[in-house]
């Protein structure tokens, strides 16, 4: 079992920056897949950026070049570093770890940025 503890969000004016931090505990392993995507109220989840156990990226075309998706497996902690936010980033966020067939979710941090 594998839980995931996200932090970090808040309020933020247009053009500010936050990080978001997940910290996970029990039984982790390194070959997982990691995570973070965002639900704004009345549309879908969708994925914000990714990382995988070798360190490759993968991010939504909307937030490249301003977000920046980090690992520091001696923590166990996925860190999500987000530059120039927008009013549109406004969501709730979630982190997510994929590991040997198992899915797990984080609760969420919500995140507002205001014009």
């Known amino acids: 079992q594998v839980q995931l503890v996200e932090s970090g969000g808040g309020l933020v004016q247009a053009g500010g920056s936050l990080r978001l931090s997940c910290a996970a505990s029990?039984?982790?392993?390194?070959?997982?897949?990691m995570g973070w995507f965002r639900q704004a109220p009345g549309k879908q989840r969708e994925l914000v950026a990714s990382?995988?156990?070798?360190?490759?990226?993968n991010y939504a075309d909307s937030v490249k070049g301003r977000f920046t998706i980090s690992r520091d497996n001696a923590k166990n902690t996925v860190y999500l570093q987000m530059n120039s936010l927008k009013p549109e980033d406004t969501a709730v966020y979630y982190c997510?770890?994929?590991?040997?067939?198992?899915?797990?979710w984080g609760q969420g941090t919500q995140v507002t940025v205001s014009s």
């Open positions: 029990g039984n982790i392993f390194r070959d997982n897949y």
């Open positions: 997510r770890a994929i590991q040997r067939g198992y899915d797990y």
């Open positions: 990382i995988g156990s070798g360190g490759s990226t």
